[in-house]
């Protein structure tokens, strides 16, 4: 990747070597005696960010729950405490299948503040507004990166305030050297990762169903779930180690066909039924390509929304296949299944398999106007335009913008040298001469040659809408 940075903190260890785990583990009863009595002396770190940010009464102590049923084997959880509402309301949240209105008070179980001008919450989910992409002069307000503050969230649950001196990651499995249980797992703090050699990103994250309010909207197909315009996607500077590197420290062999990381946010619940923590499994080849295990968000420790202490970023894919707050990992020797990967984000419709179509994995080709939908804009007056396109597949190569509601075409100056994993930002010079209702629309084709289509093709969940986006404005 071409902005990729390594920090060779230290060679990966052979299977012959002792390796960070092999470490933690002979000295893990000193170091857990030394933080339970650091622990009691002083609030943890996670306590004390979430009693600024929602009043310490309203905490509610939770143990992460282990993966239901054989999905998944159970392991235990590290200590975390959740904010929000009381855990019986917390853990019920909305099924990918259900509708999800906006709301205009806080999002429930979301820890950072969410101001009107800046978010648009559905649920228990925030998006981005992308009006605020631009300032009140017209200057860019956000680069490259969104910042943390402004970062969308995607919630199944809630967010889970983990105490990061007592959070590890643990491995096994049968794709492990000594096939480790749940129950005796290799293990790694936040320290044995920073001993790997890092590495930092730049990557789109983007949920599955973001662009879903257009097929209904746009296409008159309603379609249940939460109703996201294209704020459902962020880009950011991502620091870590590389799963790669983490398999390989705790004893991948060739053996081994997937990897299932799970959450540490609370169990799933809808309809009556407990799908457990989130949690998907990802093919090995992917695991090894490109898939980071970070720490870090635009240079600062991640944040509880984000998904600290750690997360897995993988870049190109639906922003499912990234999970936050990441507590285990399995690695087996056959493949593994979760309601994510069986029940949920798969396309189901009239014009995909009755058993519905493969899992989802790469992300489709969007674009998106810096300028709030509506908007209205002086006649006879030069405008520029400005807005983003990306594609979870490849680069993007050229962007195109109709003023006319797709009648006539023509090209935007890119403003960035298109990259993969990443958006590209745009502008368009525009001169309306007459008031009235104009219709704006921008498409952009990556360099595998992957165009936005006129009309989405349907699946009942609404997911990977990449159709071209009417954009209403008015000129006055």
Known sequence: MDDEVRTPNEAVPTPADPTPADRRQTDRRQTDRSRADRRRAEPTRAARDGARADGVDRRTLLRAASAAGALAAPVPAAPLVTAGRAAAEEVSGPA????????????PGIVKPLPAEWFVPHGTNAETRWDTFRGADGGAAIGRHVPVERFFVRNHTSTPLIDPDTW???LFGSGLRGAPTAGRPVEFGLDDLRELPSTRISVLIECAGNGRSYYSGQQGQPVP???WTLGGVGSAS???????EVLR?????????????????????????????????????????DVLLAYEMNGEPLTPDHGAPARLVVPGWVG???????????????????????????MFGPDYPPGGGDPLTVQ??????????????????????????WSGVAAVRRVEVSTDGGRTWRRAELRDEPRADGWTRWSFDWRPGRPGPYELRARATDRRGNTQPERALFNREGYLFGAVVAHPVTVV
Request: proline residues 8%.
């Open 225 to 227: 779930g939460t109703p």
């Open 168 to 170: 590890s990651l643990r």
């Open 238 to 244: 991502w620091r870590g180690v590389r799963l790669a």
């Open 249 to 289: 420290a705790a004893g991948l062999t060739g053996a081994a066909v997937d990897v299932l990381p799970t959450g540490l946010d609370p169990d799933f619940v809808a309809g009556g039924t407990n799908y457990g923590p989130v949690r998907r499994p990802l093919p090995i080849a992917k695991a090894l390509d």
């Open 96 to 107: 990918p299948g259900a509708v999800s209105g906006g709301s205009s008070g806080p999002v």
């Open 364 to 389: 489709v080709v969007k674009s998106a106007f810096e300028l709030a939908a509506g908007a209205r804009l002086a006649a006879d007056r030069e405008h520029r335009l400005h807005g983003r396109s």
């Open 320 to 346: 499912i296949a990234s999970i936050k707050w990441v507590g285990s990992v399995e690695v087996a020797d056959h493949p593994l299944y979760s309601p994510w990967n069986t029940d949920f984000y798969r």
